[in-house]
């Protein structure tokens, strides 16, 4: 399924006799997708927005890898992933085909190195940078960042001398290079939520903030953009909740019982499940990206569930060039985005571009800034 500004649909179907059975765990970027397949053998292929398949990476390659896992995608084609090689042996791999369409494997770092006993899923950015968790020689924790060229940057300590003495296996890193991560403290023994630029360490939350108690706080990673905004799942007491966080404030933005827009009209947050499960709100894995967009999918009431991006609001929504200056150039941009049917001129956000949307822009920009 791939979708924008509340339209979408199916784009690819697998699992039929022709095809290899595919697994969960897409990225996503610059108008690819990068599909893994199942299987301790498998590799990945890689679609379009449109399902039309662009590239096929089997297990293999130059570096004859096989069990790709924590696959992500680069801005110019290029995958990264861990990959198993032989019996016991992990590799961090990015893989990529050339200007002459010749498929091209870069080994960043492998358990066979005496310096890591483990490699956990990675995330790759654009810069070619890898962020994740290993295990070092000594079986002690640490979060790393691999640097093009070969350099590696030590995010947080978990050796003896450190000051954590676990992480939480979900780790996220920005197109910047920062990452967030959860550690725990050696002084304390409780899990924080932490971002980290590979100098200065801010702590984001714990529990304790905002509601945030320390069941299911570290169960699925989170994700951080590039100004530091750092977005987690946490439950809050009665249900799992959406925040988002810089170091200096913390905000939920979705909870129980919270009215959701949706095509069905507007439903409240949150299935029971009953027993142990209890009421659920978030599902599954969140995002966010460098224009602080999070996108993330949960339970209603009735028992659907919805896909859907939170978008912060500006702070002059007429200014829609961004120059800091409401004016005529403002509104032509805004005719334009209208006539394009560009999402961004669904002002109401009722998931329509029509006559109320260009009124409420009238709105917007009488009011001025």
Not at 33 to 52: F, H, Y
Not at 115 to 128: G, K, W
Not at 273 to 286: D, K, L, S
Request: hydrophobic content about 40%; aromatic content about 12%; some cysteine.
């Amino acid at each position: 399924f791939y979708g924008i500004g509340g339209v979408g649909g199916p784009i690819f179907t697998a699992n039929d006799p022709n095809n290899p059975v595919y697994s969960s765990g897409l990225a996503s970027r610059n108008g690819r997708i990068i599909v893994p397949e199942l299987g301790s053998n498998s590799g990945a292929i890689m679609i379009d927005t449109q399902g039309n398949v662009i590239n096929d990476f089997p297990p293999g390659g130059p570096l004859g890898v096989s069990g790709f896992s924590g696959l992500s995608i680069t801005a110019d084609g290029a995958i990264g992933y861990r990959g198993d090689f032989g019996f016991n042996e992990r590799r961090l791999v990015i893989d990529e085909f050339d200007g002459s369409n010749q498929r091209v494997q870069t080994l960043v770092a492998s358990t066979a190195d005496p310096d890591y006993s483990f490699i956990f899923t990675p995330v790759l950015n654009d810069a070619r940078q890898f962020g994740l968790k290993v295990f070092d020689g000594s079986s002690n924790q640490l979060v790393v960042r691999f640097d093009p060229g070969g350099g590696v940057t030590t995010i947080a300590d978990g050796t003896p001398s450190g000051p954590f003495n676990a992480f939480a296996n979900g780790v996220s890193m920005s197109q910047d290079g920062r990452l967030a991560y959860y550690g725990r403290l050696r002084s304390t023994n409780q899990y924080a939520l932490y971002a980290n630029n590979g100098t200065d360490e801010i702590r984001i939350a714990q529990p304790g903030d905002l509601d945030i108690i320390s069941s299911d706080f570290i169960n699925f990673g989170p994700a951080i953009n590039s100004s530091g905004w750092t977005a987690f799942r946490a439950r809050d007491g009665v249900s799992t909740a959406l925040y988002v966080g810089d170091g200096q404030d913390i905000v939920k933005l979705v909870e129980v019982d919270q009215l959701m827009p949706t095509d069905l009209g507007d439903l409240p947050a949150g299935f029971d499940f009953g027993g142990f499960t209890g009421i659920q709100v978030m599902n599954g894995p969140i995002s966010i990206n460098d224009d602080g967009q999070i996108g993330f999918s949960m339970f209603f009431r009735n028992g659907t569930i919805g896909v859907f991006t939170a978008t912060p609001s500006p702070a002059c929504p007429a200014d829609l060039n961004g120059d800091g200056v409401v004016d005529a150039d403002d509104f032509f941009l805004f005719l334009q985005l209208f006539a394009n049917g560009d999402p961004r001129a669904d002002i109401n956000n009722d998931g329509v571009i029509d006559a109320d949307d260009f009124f409420a822009y009238l709105g917007l920009f009488a009011a001025g800034c």
